[in-house]
């Protein structure tokens, strides 16, 4: 069984992050919390940290709770006229009630270091290149890519989770890999979700709900990438079974599998934003391959 770790294709993206944030004179990369959530927190410090190590300026912006979602709009407004700042990134969770899309709305798309602003995602359903993709969805398709599986022509691939960030984009980047793609989600009938699972040789599962597929679902021979993480008592759990090793032809683990990658694509989409908004043309990392 092959384990696709992301640690090995996350290396090489900083490398040439590195390289191209040299030949730019460095960038800056503004990250915004009102949050002191776990999970959310220790995203933030793998983000400084993997920025720092490839010479990219991150600059920390901590918005009260008590100013209201009013508060951080404003803020990510002045973020967005701001020439020093390339990049934008709004940590999740948002305190109870915030509505997400009005603040990522409110983000210049240009600046939008995630990939998450509807234009950018807009542009991805579209197939126009030159823009930021979502990094978790790039990592989950990216990992595939690293370990060999690039073209999906006559693949059944089956993506569970449908959240617009996450899910749909990961069936998106399917498509425009030939994939014939089943989309499903934590709500699909249990006897649905376990007969198109099994017949599916690429599963992704995107739903924060652990353990939710089995050994018995999953095809001998399947590609399987587990972009679910739930904080428990036994540290990150995901989507997908460990039992599911002995079916599969490639896992995925959590932790370490889509996570480190994820950052890495941050910093790619970062070099993206940063060359465009210099220079007038986008510097691209084409895909998650050594060749790229």
Not at 18 to 37: E, I, Y
Not at 88 to 98: F, N, R
């Amino acid at each position: 069984m092959l384990l696709m770790r992301g640690s090995e294709p996350a290396s090489w993206v900083k490398g040439w992050v590195r390289r191209q944030v040299s030949a730019l004179g460095g960038c800056c990369l503004a990250s915004v919390s009102v949050s002191s959530h776990g999970a959310s927190e220790a995203y933030r410090r793998n983000q400084i940290r993997a920025c720092q190590e490839a010479g990219i300026l991150v600059r920390p912006v901590d918005v009260a709770p008590s100013l209201g979602i009013l508060g951080l709009i404003e803020t990510i407004r002045e973020l967005n006229g701001d020439r020093e700042v390339d990049g934008i990134i709004v940590q999740t969770p948002l305190p109870e009630g915030w509505d997400l899309s009005e603040v990522l709305q409110a983000m210049d798309p240009a600046k939008d270091a995630e990939g998450v602003h509807p234009e950018n995602l807009g542009k991805l359903f579209l197939g126009v290149k030159g823009h930021p993709l979502p990094c978790a969805a790039w990592a989950a398709v990216g990992l595939l890519e690293w370990y060999g599986l690039w073209d999906l022509s006559g693949m059944v691939c089956a993506v569970v989770g449908h959240s617009v960030n996450v899910g749909r984009p990961i069936g998106a980047l399917l498509l425009q890999r030939n994939g014939t793609v089943l989309q499903m989600h934590k709500h699909t009938p249990r006897d649905v979700l376990e007969e198109l699972v099994s017949s599916s040789q690429v599963v992704i599962s995107a739903t924060g709900v652990p353990g939710l597929i089995g050994p018995g679902m999953v095809r001998p021979g399947a590609w399987v990438v587990d972009v679910g993480t739930t904080p428990t008592e036994r540290g990150l759990v995901g989507d997908v079974d460990p039992q599911c090793a002995s079916v599969a032809h490639g896992l995925s683990p959590v932790p370490g599998g889509v996570g480190p990658l994820t950052v890495a694509l941050l910093m790619a989409n970062l070099v993206l934003l940063a060359s465009k908004r210099r220079n007038g043309r986008p510097v691209e990392l084409e895909s998650v391959r050594q060749e790229a």
